[in-house]
């Protein structure tokens, strides 16, 4: 209740303080009316001794001390003739001007902080969150044996980089992977985070968008800048291709942009070493799409391809994504990989959300093969 009155105080003090300004910028003080042609026959013969002129009055005080006040025609030869015959001329602006004057400094005013608000949130530090706990670990991953095994041994240089040191190991700067969307890419990335108990930032290609030029280079900077302080950590940025992409020097501003981010991350890459314990891992549906000079060797240093899920790999995540769920004697995991060959792991996870989602809508509670057939079928 307080706060309401309050409210409505400040806003009737705002009204009547606006108002006021609006009376003094209009009122003009009064003065005895005279007439142009007068004050004009006087100031020829001397009988004038200064005039002040106003867009739309002129007040003009006699030789004999009297102040008049006369309308202003807005005759251009005016101030040429009164300062011809020594008549001491001074202009002011009008209601009119003030009030354009005091608008157009609310507008620049208004539109400066709109702008100032926006520019802070778009380079706002806090668009890369830092995560100190993933909860994955490559426990969570099933199959792909052979990355799992590489990535441990990253994630022991991570713990052990003292130990690796002496044996003239290095931290690689960065890790490609590759691979089609839904294969568990953005899953490694975590998962090597937490098997290394490093702090994680995630980003993606549309962080680094926006509508001012060279704000994505600067977010490259800020990007790298907190990695440092965070360090030991990993940097994850999901859809590479849609930054990294091969520079194009056409001269359109998009591709201009492109060619400054890239070159952001060209030099940030080169500008730390493996010994800061930051490692960027990068996620691509595309490798023939990047630059060459931003995934060579020396910048990242590995690259893997997550493929598609074989039939062991695709058994073994249904058995996995059929826990907890009813279904019938005729839905096996074996069965499921036979029925989803060339499915990744997300539309495989799909499926078996939507099967039982389909057997509900007929009012069973139990969901059967033809139910993961016409989940699949709608994919």
Excluded at 263 to 272: I, V
Excluded at 276 to 302: H, K, Q, Y
Aim: proline fraction near 5%; include cysteine; charged fraction near 20%.
């Amino acid at each position: 209740m307080k706060a309401a009155v309050k409210g409505r105080l400040l806003k009737g003090a705002a009204v009547a303080a606006l108002l006021c300004l609006v009376i003094y910028l209009v009122w003009e003080p009064g003065a005895p009316k005279g007439s142009y042609k007068e004050m004009y026959e006087l100031s020829t013969t001397g009988g004038v001794e200064k005039v002040e002129i106003s867009p739309k009055s002129i007040t003009w005080t006699g030789t004999d001390g009297s102040v008049v006040k006369t309308a202003n025609p807005g005759s251009p030869t005016l101030y040429e003739h009164l300062l011809m015959h020594d008549v001491s001329v001074t202009s002011t602006s009008g209601a009119e001007e003030k009030i354009t004057l005091v608008l157009d400094i609310l507008f620049y005013g208004v539109f400066a902080a709109i702008f100032a608000t926006v520019f802070a949130k778009v380079i706002s530090p806090n668009t890369f969150k830092s995560v100190r706990k993933t909860g994955v670990t490559f426990e969570n991953i099933v199959g792909m044996d052979g990355i799992k095994k590489d990535l441990l041994q990253v994630a022991d240089i991570m713990k052990h980089p003292a130990d690796y040191r002496k044996k003239g190991i290095r931290l690689p700067k960065g890790i490609l992977l590759e691979g089609g969307p839904g294969n568990g890419k953005t899953l490694f990335a975590r998962a090597l985070a937490g098997e290394a108990g490093v702090s994680f930032i995630p980003a993606k290609a549309t962080d680094f968008e926006s509508m001012f030029m060279a704000i994505g280079p600067m977010k490259v900077k800020m990007l790298f800048k907190k990695a440092r302080r965070q360090a030991p950590c990993i940097v994850f940025i999901d859809e590479f291709d849609g930054i990294g992409t091969k520079r194009n020097y056409s001269g359109s501003a998009i591709e201009t942009e492109n060619t400054r981010i890239v070159t952001a991350l060209l030099n940030e890459l080169d500008g730390f070493t493996p010994h800061d314990g930051v490692l960027v891992v990068a996620a691509t549906n595309s490798r023939a799409a990047l630059d060459e000079a931003l995934i060579r060797p020396g910048r990242f240093d590995a690259h893997y391809h997550i493929p598609q899920p074989d039939k062991a790999t695709r058994t073994a995540l249904a058995a996995m994504y059929l826990q907890n769920k009813s279904y019938d004697t005729s839905v096996t995991p074996e069965k499921i990989a036979d029925i989803t060959g060339g499915a990744s792991c997300a539309l495989v996870e799909s499926i078996l959300n939507r099967a039982p989602l389909i057997a509900a809508q007929r009012g069973e509670t139990q969901f059967t093969l033809k139910d993961v057939s016409a989940a699949l079928a709608e994919t």
